[in-house]
């Protein structure tokens, strides 16, 4: 095997810009084959998690009157993750893959919901217009990373064979319709390849497979993608470079504000634009560099101004003429305020310790917030306790 592509392996896992060492690596003649994952490389979703664009999906079949009155959107959602692990498990049992396809997971569905819907037509026909909803509605959420869009054009213009390469229910016709529709170059793809048709997925051999298939050296053989085990090692252990494509939403936004996303993305279908924003300004503009002073220019600034000024001009509109700031970030928020919109409403800095939220729970709050509470404190001790009620500490 070639030295060279191994120790630039190496490189690429190292340094800051690793898709721009792998552009180097095609310019310099080094690779035949680039592989490509789909979804949170090429393209994303603008959903915390994947499953909650079933959301979305239940909302329009409701509108169309193919959902029973009962079935909210987030039971659809529910019960869309059930049929696809139903459809997974019944392929292990028939044929020892998980691997499914989209009509198997909606041959899975709930028959009662047909039923009891008022669209009318077959079960057939509505199994098949919930197929299509699906596909229409992920078509119509798919945004493309730029940066990885370009890495494509780049490799084809330099006589690199490429190849996509997903983990998916989606047939591959069925995927070339989202990605044409999504903006993706399909013009310089030579293949496209997925899970779903061949029982195979990435890590269990699929991508293995591809590189015979096409003919290429694993160790001229560059493969992007965003999952540390079905793409980062499954090419390191093909003897294959691995660039990984994945943007960690924990290193960019704090897991408590994210907790409260992936909330309101369950419920509501989408998150924000979180996840959007987060991976449009780091993963295209900042080529999938260290999080650090450039993410706070690119992103972190622009954001937390904007919602500053939002905050304010919202407070002027209600007749608010002073913001309470809580704890240090609202501290931080306060600082901001004065110097977003010092004319605006006044920001007053308010603090209140762990313990006052928790006695707060205690006495005025719901069940579950007091369990929350009390999972956010459990280096308490009993002194604390103590100090917080005023209870007898014999008790």
């Known amino acids: 095997m ?3 592509p191994n120790a630039h392996a190496l490189a690429a896992r190292d340094r800051r810009d690793p898709v721009g060492s792998a552009r180097e690596s095609i310019a310099g003649g080094e690779i035949d084959l680039l ?3 789909v979804f949170d490389t090429l393209v994303w979703r603008p959903v915390a998690e994947p499953h909650h664009l079933f959301v979305e999906i239940g909302r329009r079949l409701a509108a169309v009157g193919a959902l029973p009155r ?6 659809f959602m529910h019960g869309r993750v059930v049929a696809e692990q139903q459809a997974r498990e019944r392929n ?6 998980t691997e499914c396809t989209l009509e198997e997971i909606w041959a899975c569905m709930p028959e009662r919901w047909h039923e009891r819907s008022s669209a009318g037509g077959s079960l057939e026909e509505w199994r098949e217009r919930g197929l299509d909803v699906e596909l229409g509605t992920e078509a119509d959420a798919l945004g493309v990373h730029r940066a990885v869009a370009d890495l494509l054009r780049h490799a084809h213009d330099e006589g690199v064979t490429t190849v996509l390469v997903s983990d998916t229910y989606f047939g591959e016709a069925q995927l070339r319709m989202l990605l044409e529709s999504a903006g993706a170059p399909l013009d310089v793809i030579d293949r496209v390849v997925v899970s779903g048709e061949r029982d195979l997925a990435k890590f269990a051999g699929l991508l293995r497979a591809v590189v015979s298939e096409v003919g290429a050296d694993p160790g001229r053989t560059i493969h992007l993608g965003d999952n540390p085990v079905a793409d980062v090692r499954a090419a390191e252990e093909l003897g294959a470079i691995a660039v990984c494509a994945a943007v960690d939403d924990r290193d960019l936004v704090a897991p408590a504000v994210l907790d409260e996303v992936a909330i309101h993305s ?4 989408d998150d924000g634009g979180v996840t959007a924003t987060a991976a449009a300004r780091v993963v295209d503009a900042a080529v999938y560099r260290s999080v650090d002073a450039e993410f706070g220019v690119t992103v972190g600034g622009p954001l937390m101004f904007g919602f500053t000024d939002w905050v304010s001009r919202t407070a002027e509109e209600l007749g608010v003429g002073t913001i309470h700031c809580l704890l240090r970030e609202g501290g931080f928020i306060a600082d901001l305020l004065e110097v977003v919109r010092p004319d605006g409403p006044t920001p007053r800095r308010v ?5 006052v939220m928790l006695r707060s729970a205690v006495f005025d709050g719901t069940p579950d917030q007091l369990l929350r509470a009390l999972a956010r404190n459990v280096d308490f001790d009993p002194a604390h306790v103590v100090d917080a ?3 007898d500490e014999r008790l």
């Open 266 to 269: 369950a419920t509501r279908g």
């Open 351 to 355: 603090h209140a310790s762990r313990w």
């Open 35 to 37: 592989t490509c994952d």
């Open 92 to 97: 292990r049992d028939a044929r020892e893959s």
């Open 70 to 75: 009962f079935v909210e959107p987030v039971q």
């Open 2 to 4: 070639d030295p060279a």
């Open 389 to 391: 009620f005023g209870v």
